[in-house]
């Protein structure tokens, strides 16, 4: 959340009070912490009117000796948003569901393979049966749920 804004009324009062002051510093620590900047933020200044860059310093001078612009009560360019809460949109992972279940019939697929393969070369006659078990069970498991099925397997 940002900070109290009240001292910038004091702006054309009584920009040397204590109130004032203290608004000031609160609102660099919310403005670089929310902005993740470490050397210049936009200053809120009369002068600079958030067209300009400055260093802390600067900024906290800026706002003392020209004062906040009074009308900026919505910190936009430091990182005050509508609906401000704690949670970051930033944060949120894009989900790409269907790479995810491509990738994962391409493994079922490779393991089916596999298993044929080694059986054919291991075992020639004896188990001749169940690689076609285990792939009907397979493709009636696919062809069950709503996962597609790719053309270029065959159900045989
Ligand atoms: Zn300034």
Redesign the pocket.
Known sequence: MAPDKHWMKLVDTDRLSDTYNVGVEQFLDYAFNKTGQRSKIH???S??MNT?S?TRE??CS??KV?GILKNYTFWYYHGERRGESNFDSEDVDEVEGDDEVHEMLQDLFLVVGENNFAFDLSYPKVHEEEPNDEAKRFYRLLSDSDLPVYPCCKTS
Do not use: G, V, W
């Open positions: 200053c809120p200044c002068k600079c300009y400055k600067e900024d800026h706002l020209h």
